[in-house]
Structure formats: structure tokens, C-alpha cells
């Protein structure tokens, strides 16, 4: 039996996924899609995950799209367009379950995270790398477009002609520049990245579900309406959070001065 695509465990309500295809530099197959949207399913269903860490095995976060298989679907006569549309289609769709997976994301980058590897870590909400990662598009190289989201997103969270200067030049710029543009939090040496990570991690998962839920919606949501209506839609979602079993629970535990219990809801 082939070893899986995609690792999943579970430490202390944080749900670590690492692509594992270490041979293919984690490039994104049919197969790997599939499981990462399984794993996004599950940790959906699952109360106890409180936080999730997209990782990887071997020396690259990821180099993107699975070149072999697109060159695989070019030869396969009549069904090539329809057997890239799905495969496309579905890189889209998982990317966007990870987006807005209800509990927060952590992209460990611990090597290079180019093209579709670029597009997973847009989708969490923190980013820590290590100093020798290196970020970039490249589809322009290979003649592709960024179908896992990377012309919406990029130009959001590093700016327009930054993102369209990697989309363009198909240049790699290292993880201190990214940092420097916003996307990546934090930078390790690659013997501490897994350790920080899970201290980050497990921090959020002491957190209140609940609230960091609606926070993620809060601020995405709000990215997408002007000021004045952003805040008026905050108002709205604090006014119901303030009946929240999780809002009673944090005051009450500053109240007695001990630890909140938090259970979502």
C-alpha cells in the first residue's frame, strides 16, 4: 500500500495536516486534493479541534500544482478539458474549505511554498516560516493561471503591484520579504519552526471557539464591505455574542480568578 498523501494527527485539540508527497516537493495530485478535503471535513465536524497546522515532509511546503498529472490530462484525447476542469475545480473548492474552516489555521512553511504551496498558506489565517523558505507564483513560467485563488487573494494580503510583481516576473522573494509584506508572522530557524508552531497553536486552542469563530468572520467579512458597514455588522454579531455561554464563561472565570472552560457555544 502507497503511504497516504496527506498525515493527520491530533495533539491537544490541534489538528496538524502535513502534505506528504516529500519525493514530488508536496506538489498538489488528485490525491493529495482529495485527502486535504476529507481532513477539512472532518476537523469541521470535530468540536474537540480547536486549532489546525497545515505542515509538510522532506525540504518544500509545496511547489504547487501536480505538473505531471496536468501533463497527464493534455494526452488523454477528448476527456483532457473536462479532466482538468475537475482537478482545477477542485484545488479551488478544497482551498476554500480551508479558508473558512471554523477554527483558525497555521501554515508552517519550512521550505519553498510556490505557486498552489503560495495559495495554501493565503488561505490560513497565520503564517510562520522558516529563514530559508522561499514564496512565489511561477505560473507564468509553465503558461498556467493561478486557479487555487492566488489572483484574488494575493493582491488582498501583500498588495496590487506587489502581488501582480510575483504573478509577472514568476520571481521568488524570500520568507523575511514576505514578512516584510505582511503575509508571514513570524520567522524560525527550521529546528525551532515546529516547536513555535505548536506553542501558537495550542495558545488559540485555550482560546474561546466560539469567539474566535465569529472573529475570523468578522474581519473577513468585514474586508469585503465598506467601514461604515462593517462596523454596523460588528455591532449586530456583538450584540448577539453577548448571550454567548462562552462570553459568560470568560467573564465568569475573571470573576474567580481561574481558568475559562470553554465549550463553543
Given at each position: 500500500m502507497s503511504p497516504s498523501s496527506l498525515t493527520v494527527e491530533h495533539q491537544r485539540g490541534v489538528a496538524w495536516l502535513r502534505l506528504n508527497r516529500?519525493?514530488?516537493?508536496?506538489?498538489?495530485?488528485?490525491?493529495?486534493?482529495?485527502?486535504?478535503?476529507?481532513?477539512?471535513?472532518?476537523?469541521?465536524?470535530?468540536?474537540?479541534?480547536?486549532?489546525?497546522?497545515?505542515?509538510?515532509?522532506?525540504?518544500?511546503?509545496?511547489?504547487?500544482?501536480?505538473?505531471?498529472?496536468?501533463?497527464?490530462?493534455?494526452?488523454?484525447?477528448?476527456?483532457?478539458?473536462?479532466?482538468?476542469?475537475?482537478?482545477?475545480?477542485?484545488?479551488?473548492?478544497?482551498?476554500?474549505?480551508?479558508?473558512?474552516?471554523r477554527v483558525p489555521t497555521i501554515a508552517?512553511?519550512?521550505?519553498?511554498?510556490?505557486?498552489?504551496?503560495?495559495?495554501?498558506?493565503?488561505?490560513?489565517?497565520?503564517?510562520?516560516?522558516?529563514?530559508?523558505?522561499?514564496?512565489?507564483?511561477?505560473?507564468?513560467?509553465?503558461?498556467?493561471?493561478?486557479?487555487?485563488?492566488?489572483?484574488?487573494?494575493?493582491p488582498r494580503k501583500i498588495g496590487v503591484n506587489r502581488a501582480k510583481y510575483l504573478m509577472l516576473t514568476g520571481q521568488n522573494v524570500t520568507a523575511r520579504t514576505m514578512m516584510e509584506w505582511g503575509l508571514v508572522s513570524e520567522i524560525h530557524p527550521a529546528d525551532q519552526l515546529e516547536h513555535r508552531t505548536r506553542e501558537i497553536a495550542e495558545v488559540i486552542a485555550q482560546n474561546s471557539p466560539l469567539g474566535m469563530r465569529r472573529m475570523k468572520q468578522l474581519v473577513d467579512d468585514g474586508l469585503q464591505h465598506a467601514v461604515d458597514v462593517a462596523l454596523k455588522a460588528e455591532q449586530a454579531v456583538v450584540a448577539v455574542h453577548n448571550f454567548s455561554g462562552d462570553r459568560n464563561e470568560g467573564l465568569s472565570a475573571f470573576r474567580e480568578r481561574r481558568r475559562p472552560v470553554f465549550v463553543g457555544s
Amino acid at each position: 500500500m502507497s503511504p497516504s498523501s496527506l498525515t493527520v494527527e491530533h495533539q491537544r485539540g490541534v489538528a496538524w495536516l502535513r502534505l506528504n508527497r516529500p519525493q514530488a516537493l508536496n506538489s498538489l495530485s488528485p490525491e493529495l486534493i482529495k485527502e486535504l478535503a476529507e481532513a477539512l471535513r472532518a476537523i469541521e465536524d470535530d468540536k474537540t479541534i480547536r486549532a489546525c497546522v497545515l505542515a509538510s515532509t522532506g525540504r518544500a511546503f509545496s511547489t504547487g500544482g501536480d505538473l505531471k498529472a496536468l501533463d497527464a490530462f493534455a494526452k488523454s484525447g477528448e476527456s483532457a478539458g473536462a479532466l482538468t476542469a475537475a482537478y482545477m475545480e477542485s484545488i479551488s473548492t478544497t482551498l476554500r474549505k480551508l479558508e473558512v474552516l471554523r477554527v483558525p489555521t497555521i501554515a508552517a512553511v519550512n521550505g519553498m511554498a510556490l505557486a498552489g504551496g503560495l495559495e495554501i498558506a493565503l488561505c490560513c489565517d497565520i503564517v510562520v516560516a522558516v529563514e530559508e523558505a522561499m514564496f512565489g507564483d511561477g505560473h507564468a513560467k509553465y503558461g498556467l493561471l493561478p486557479g487555487g485563488g492566488g489572483s484574488v487573494r494575493l493582491p488582498r494580503k501583500i498588495g496590487v503591484n506587489r502581488a501582480k510583481y510575483l504573478m509577472l516576473t514568476g520571481q521568488n522573494v524570500t520568507a523575511r520579504t514576505m514578512m516584510e509584506w505582511g503575509l508571514v508572522s513570524e520567522i524560525h530557524p527550521a529546528d525551532q519552526l515546529e516547536h513555535r508552531t505548536r506553542e501558537i497553536a495550542e495558545v488559540i486552542a485555550q482560546n474561546s471557539p466560539l469567539g474566535m469563530r465569529r472573529m475570523k468572520q468578522l474581519v473577513d467579512d468585514g474586508l469585503q464591505h465598506a467601514v461604515d458597514v462593517a462596523l454596523k455588522a460588528e455591532q449586530a454579531v456583538v450584540a448577539v455574542h453577548n448571550f454567548s455561554g462562552d462570553r459568560n464563561e470568560g467573564l465568569s472565570a475573571f470573576r474567580e480568578r481561574r481558568r475559562p472552560v470553554f465549550v463553543g457555544s
